[in-house]
C-alpha cells in the first residue's frame, strides 16, 4: 500500500509570504496528524484530524496557521504570513485506528526555510 | 506537563560496539512507550513500543528497550551496532488514556556507526 505523501518536500519563502504544505494519507486512514519539528528541537504535536473534524488542535502556535482537511482525504496547512520561527520540518501521520494498537505512518516531512 | 528526555543527543560507534540511548519521561498516569527510528532521507518508522506486560520489548532489527516504571525509564539497546543502524532515534510516550495518537517526543539522539 503506499505510503503517507508529502508535498512538497522542500520550501523556501521569504519572511511574510504564504506557504501551503499538503499531506496525503494512507487510504482508508480517518486519523491524521500533523507534527513540527524545530531545528535542534524535539518533535512537537500541531493538530489531530478525524475524517474532516478537527479534533484537538491544542497544538497549533497561533492563528498564522490553518489546517484543513476537505472531505476527509488529504490535508493543508497553511502558514500566512510566515515568520522565521516557522523554519523546521513539518510532518504528517495518518493511523486508521484510534486505540491503544494505534500505529501511526510518517510521511517524510517538508522542510521549510523562512527566510 | 508530560515531557520525554534524551540523554545523549549525539553518539558515535564502531560496528560491533553495544548501544544504550536512555530516555525518561515525566508523566503521573500510564503511559505508552515507544521507539521511533528515521533513517537518512526516510520517513520516522516504529522501531518498537510498550503498552504493559513484560517490560523487555524486543523490537525489529534486533533492538529491545527495557521499562523500569520506579525509574520512569525506556532505555534503548541493541548488542552489537550495524553501519546501516546510523539513524535518528526518537523515545515518545502517549498518555494511555487520552489521544493515543499524540506522541510527545524526546529531542532524539543521532546514532553514527563507523564501518
Known amino acids: 500500500e503506499a505510503g503517507v505523501t508529502q508535498f512538497p518536500s522542500h520550501s523556501v519563502i521569504e519572511k511574510g509570504q504564504t506557504v501551503t504544505l499538503r499531506c496525503d494519507p494512507i487510504s482508508g486512514h480517518d486519523n491524521l496528524y500533523w507534527y513540527r519539528r524545530v531545528m535542534g528541537k524535539e518533535i512537537k504535536f500541531l493538530l489531530h484530524f478525524v475524517k474532516e473534524s478537527k479534533q484537538d488542535e491544542s497544538g497549533m502556535p497561533n492563528n498564522r496557521f490553518l489546517a484543513e482537511r476537505t472531505g476527509g482525504t488529504y490535508s493543508t496547512l497553511k502558514v500566512q504570513p510566515a515568520e522565521l520561527e516557522d523554519s523546521g520540518v513539518y510532518f504528517c501521520?495518518?493511523?486508521?485506528?484510534?486505540?491503544?494498537?494505534?500505529?501511526?505512518?510518517f510521511g517524510s516531512g517538508t522542510q521549510l526555510s523562512v527566510l | 506537563a508530560q515531557s520525554v528526555s534524551q540523554h545523549n543527543h549525539h553518539v558515535i560507534l564502531s560496528e560491533a560496539a553495544s548501544l544504550e540511548l536512555g530516555c525518561n519521561y515525566s508523566?503521573?498516569?500510564?503511559?505508552?512507550l515507544f521507539w521511533y527510528v528515521q533513517y537518512p532521507g526516510q520517513h520516522l518508522q516504529l522501531l518498537l513500543k510498550?503498552?504493559?506486560?513484560?517490560?523487555l520489548v524486543k523490537g525489529i532489527k534486533g533492538f529491545e528497550a527495557e521499562f523500569i516504571k520506579s525509574k520512569f525509564s525506556f532505555n534503548l539497546r541493541k548488542p552489537s551496532v550495524q553501519w546501516s543502524d546510523t539513524a535518528e532515534y526518537f523515545c515518545?510516550?502517549?498518555?494511555?488514556?487520552?489521544?493515543?495518537?499524540?506522541?510527545?517526543f524526546g529531542q532524539g539522539t543521532t546514532l553514527q556507526v563507523k564501518p
Open positions: 501521520a495518518s493511523s486508521r485506528y484510534r486505540d491503544r494498537d494505534e500505529k501511526l505512518f
Open positions: 515518545a510516550v502517549t498518555s494511555l488514556s487520552g489521544n493515543t495518537g499524540k506522541l510527545i
Open positions: 508523566y503521573g498516569g500510564t503511559v505508552n
Open positions: 510498550y503498552f504493559s506486560g513484560d517490560p
